[in-house]
Structure formats: C-alpha cells, structure tokens
C-alpha cells in the first residue's frame, strides 16, 4: 500500500536557523512528487514538483531535492514569513495522488 | 485572478441536515476535486471530475455526492450530515495533464456537525 510519511510533525526555528523537512515514500512507479506550503485558514499552494532522483528546484530560501524513497525540504536562513504548513504529496503510476500530514514550521524572530 | 472560489467559509449543521458545498474555478481547467483534511492525517480525495458532466469516486465517497454541471462548477453535497463529518473541505482543480499538473486549491470550508 502506498504511503506517504511526514517528519517531522512540528517544528520550530530561530530565524536564521537553517534545517531540512523529510517526505518519505513507498509508492508503486513514482510519477511525481509536490511540495506544497499551507498557510493557516489557506489552501495548500504548490511549491515544487520533483520527477527522478537526484532532481532538486529551488525558490527562494528553500529547495527540494529526491530520492528514491525520499524528498527533503530544506530551509536556509528561515525568517518569519516561512511559518507554514508544507505538505508533501506523490503520485503514483496509476495516477493516484497521496498526502502526507504535514510539517508545521514556525520561525521565530 | 480568483482562482477557486469555495462558499461557503464556515458552516455548522446539525446531525441530518443536508447541504451543498460549491466550488468555482476561472482557470478552465478539466479535472476538479474535492478533498477533506482532518488533524493528523494528509488530505483525503472524496470525489473528483475528469470533465463536465463526469464523475468518479475518491478515497472515502462515503456519504457525500458530486455534480458537475457546468466546466467551471463542482458540487459537493452531503444529504445527512453526520458528526464525522466535521471537517475542513478543499476544492482543487488541475489542467488537462493532470499526471503533471499541480493541484490549485481554493481555501476551504470549515463543516461542523453537532
């Protein structure tokens, strides 16, 4: 059975504070992974989306890069403003797309 | 640019009562879905449309039923609400190639059942 796994749950950084968010993934033929940020009372907005191994995308202070069982979401010198929920998702090759819980980040001043 | 539009924001119903979630996109996209989000557990897919006038059964159908009359339209109806229910719901929608298309989210409707 597919699976999406988020670590961790929570968490929380000084600003400045550079750190990395893990999506790991047991899925049949990855077809796709996407990152997305959820500000509270908001919808999810798309970030990223990774395809093979070794990939990474970069926009701003953060940057995704894959593996074959994991992407992580790095978040160099966090201020503020990056608070947020980021959400991981992985669409396998029947098309079937499934989240992961989330990690709740909060960057204090 | 609205994007996907969800009304209503908020709403709380009693255990068996009926409502209609609605959701518009200006995007003129194909596909749209509608998903719950519960604390602790990724977004669920309910149901989803592959086009106007088509429908088809996600993750957990159970309880709720879709329309999709109109391309830019997609309903979500709950004929007997029930505490489970209580949820936070997302609509989204995606283009054609939805296999490489990211999902655009509106910003939900908070359901209560009491």
């Known amino acids: 059975e597919d699976q999406v796994t988020q670590s961790p749950e929570a968490l929380r950084l000084q600003e400045g504070e550079s750190s990395s968010l893990n999506c790991s993934y047991t899925?049949?033929?990855?077809?796709?992974l996407f990152w997305y940020r959820q500000d509270p009372g908001k919808g999810p907005e798309f970030l990223f989306t990774l395809y093979s191994a070794g990939e990474e995308k970069e926009k701003e202070r953060l940057k995704a890069t894959l593996t074959k069982k994991e992407s992580f979401l790095h978040i160099t010198a966090p201020k503020p403003e990056d608070s947020a929920t980021y959400l991981c998702?992985?669409?396998?090759?029947?098309?079937?797309?499934?989240f992961g819980a989330g990690t709740q980040v909060v960057v204090t001043p | 640019n609205a994007g996907v539009t969800q009304t209503p924001k908020f709403r709380v119903l009693k255990t068996g009562q009926s409502m209609t979630l609605l959701c518009a996109q200006d995007m003129n996209h194909e596909y749209m879905y509608w998903y719950r989000q519960d604390p602790g557990m990724g977004l669920r897919l309910i149901h989803y449309s592959v086009g106007e006038g088509t429908t088809a059964k996600g993750e957990v159908p159970d309880g709720y039923n879709v329309s999709r009359l109109k391309k830019q339209n997609f309903l979500l109806g709950l004929e007997s609400a029930a505490p489970s229910q209580t949820s936070v719901y997302f609509c989204?929608?995606?283009?054609?190639?939805?296999?490489?298309?990211?999902?655009?989210f509106g910003n939900g409707t908070r359901l209560t059942v009491t």
């Open positions: 998702a992985v669409r396998d090759s029947w098309g079937k797309l499934q």
């Open positions: 989204a929608s995606s283009a054609r190639d939805a296999l490489n298309s990211p999902l655009h």
């Open positions: 899925v049949s033929g990855l077809r796709g």
